[in-house]
């Protein structure tokens, strides 16, 4: 424990391309390019490396997700490692020169923006629950597929590396580190929320989102809700949420929780109308939500992931040959 | 005035194509010198028309679904709409002939590569106006990819259909079960719905000839005439001899 570590303090330190080069990554690859993280420190022994509020794109390299390391006396734990083998690496660079190393990693669900930079991190335990570590094993493939032709040359050296070993949920020693592991859904059939006990940061994954659209590809909005409710009930001292910044306030909880409604109520809407995928997708965001980060692709996107779920509903069977 | 419903949801506006019109191919694509004469016969009078409005994604989120929908109701009189991707292995999407309906359809398509679609649209005069739209196929990442498709099930539930008719807006919209299988995947026949049917009690609405492009399990949107008060019949055939018949009324 360094002398400090009892008060709250923020840090920043940029991870380099310095760090990176000990790791057994194509340099060639690896020299050309570099995330250059800043990695903060937002509650004592919990840092985080923000990612950018966008899609993923070839400016940000795929960097969007949250990464958070939780200190222990063992190492760092590990909370999602990015979309690429270059991005998982400087995590594992900022790790062994600050943090010890790493004891374990944890996947909070299977999107491959927060599992994809895993290969870093293979030489000690990759949890995840269940649900998550087959999902990513079955879509690992197209995952890799569609982020090589979006990222392009972020990509290289990158294979899917899926979870492997099932989480126990609940209050839990995680390398000596007290957490409360908390199974959820909703955003994908498993949706890890971790609660440090130490600090009572909640680590939310992608059930929380603040001022980035939320995606849906996997969305059950109903359950989403119900674990909205699950997050509600606690009362951590600062958030995380999967995109967006750490916040003291209960900002992500109520901006995710009136985003899902709002558009769960617009494309309801659209479908009992008889509008066209295409039109509701023309008429563009719930205008209270256009500024997100991600807009409006974000909603384009939901449009076509979702569509059917509304349109079953609102279409009437009249033959069953 | 366009009969596009964006309006009905709250910040959705009017659309408009956005293409430059005129006689030139706002993609300059190799594939349509050719497509324009085996499809619409090389007619001299042909050009972009931003009275063409074709709604779509800028990018194929769902390669196997990309939604879209035209609307040729500032065109005039319509004998029909042809529906071509340039860069498909099967380029001929659909053949509409709105007939009594109004030259509007909602549609969904698979896409293979980045290209445009274009539907080419014939006024009872002869001449052909176009209106299209570029769909980048790289998607959106998170994509669930395609472990749903292609699975063995396609005869559970195939043929069901579903609709629903809207009298305020004269909207019609249809839902069938069907995997609409291309044939070029190793060892799937081609097996796909070559046409639909709308009629009521004065015959025929309106006529459309499929391909395989189609997306698997298409949801198709009609705008019925005004003059329609009773049920609506869809039938619909396949390349396989099936014939699906259902009756919508409102
Ligand atoms: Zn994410």
Same mark, same amino acid.
């Given at each position: 424990m360094t002398p400090d570590s009892n008060i709250r303090r923020r840090a920043l330190l940029k991870v380099g391309i310095a760090g990176t080069a000990s790791l057994a990554l194509p340099l060639a690859a690896v020299a050309a390019r570099s995330y250059g993280f800043e990695a903060a420190e937002v509650a004592d022994g919990v840092w985080l490396i923000a990612g950018a509020q966008d899609s993923l794109n070839r400016d940000n390299g795929g960097a969007i997700a949250n990464t958070v390391l939780l200190r222990t006396g063992q190492g760092a734990i590990v909370i999602d490692t990015g979309s690429t083998a270059l991005m998982g690496a400087e995590i594992r660079a900022f790790a062994d020169q600050r943090l010890g190393g790493v004891a374990a990693t944890l996947n909070t669900h299977h999107h491959p923006d927060h599992w994809f930079g895993n290969a870093a991190f293979a030489d000690a335990p990759i949890l995840s629950l269940g649900p998550t570590a087959q999902a990513a094993a079955l879509n690992g493939q197209g995952y890799s597929d569609a982020l090589y032709s979006i990222l392009g040359p972020w990509m290289s050296g990158t294979t899917p590396v899926p979870p492997q070993s099932p989480v126990q949920p609940g209050a839990q020693s995680l390398a000596g580190r007290a957490l409360t592991l908390m199974p959820l859904a909703g955003h994908t059939e498993a949706d890890l929320a971790i609660l440090d006990a130490d600090t009572g940061t909640l680590i939310a994954g992608d059930l929380l989102f603040l001022d980035r659209a939320p995606t849906l590809p996997d969305a059950d909005m109903a359950t989403w809700r119900a674990s909205l409710d699950s997050l509600g009930a606690l009362q951590p001292s600062g958030t995380i949420p999967g995109h967006g910044p750490f916040h003291r306030s209960s900002a992500a909880l109520a901006q995710t929780r009136a985003y899902l409604e709002a558009t769960?109520?617009?494309? /309801?809407?659209?479908?009992?109308?008889?509008?066209?995928?295409?039109?509701? /997708?023309?008429?563009?965001?719930?205008?209270?939500?256009?500024?997100?980060?991600? /807009?409006?692709?974000?909603?384009?996107?939901?449009?076509?992931?979702?569509?059917?779920?509304?349109?079953?509903?609102?279409?009437t069977t009249i033959s069953d040959a | 005035m366009s009969a596009l419903l964006t309006q009905l949801l709250p910040g959705g506006g009017p659309v408009r194509q956005d293409a430059a019109p005129g006689k030139a191919d706002p993609w300059d694509s190799g594939m349509w010198p050719l497509h324009r004469a085996d499809w619409l016969g090389d007619p001299a009078d042909w050009r972009n028309d931003a009275a063409v409005v074709v709604l779509g994604p800028e990018a194929a989120e769902d390669a196997m679904h990309v939604p879209f929908t035209l609307d040729a109701t500032g065109v005039g009189a319509v004998e029909r709409i042809v529906v071509t991707i340039d860069y498909s292995p099967i380029p001929q999407v659909l053949t509409f002939w709105p007939g009594r309906a109004r030259p509007l359809l909602g549609f969904g398509v698979k896409y293979e590569s980045g290209s445009p679609l274009r539907a080419s649209v014939q006024r009872a005069g002869g001449g052909w106006r176009m209106g299209a739209r570029y769909v980048s196929a790289m998607g959106g990442g998170c994509t669930a990819p395609a472990a749903a498709h292609g699975q063995p099930d396609w005869q559970e539930g195939f043929g069901e259909m579903r609709a629903r008719l809207w009298p305020d807006t004269g909207r019609l919209r249809v839902w069938l079960r069907h995997p609409q299988d291309t044939g070029l995947a190793p060892g799937i026949a081609a097996h796909h719905l070559t046409e639909m049917v709308l009629e009521d009690d004065a015959g025929q609405i309106a006529r459309l000839e499929l391909h395989a492009p189609v997306e698997e399990n298409p949801a198709l949107t009609f705008l019925l005439p005004e003059d329609v008060s009773g049920p609506v019949t869809i039938r619909a055939r396949d390349t396989m001899g099936y014939r699906f018949v259902g009756e919508v009324a409102a």
């Open positions: 769960d109520a617009r494309l /309801m809407r659209a479908a009992e109308l008889g509008l066209t995928p295409a039109e509701a /997708m023309a008429a563009g965001p719930v205008p209270d939500f256009a500024g997100l980060g991600a /807009m409006p692709e974000e909603y384009h996107r939901s449009v076509v992931q979702r569509w059917a779920d509304y349109e079953q509903r609102a279409l | -």
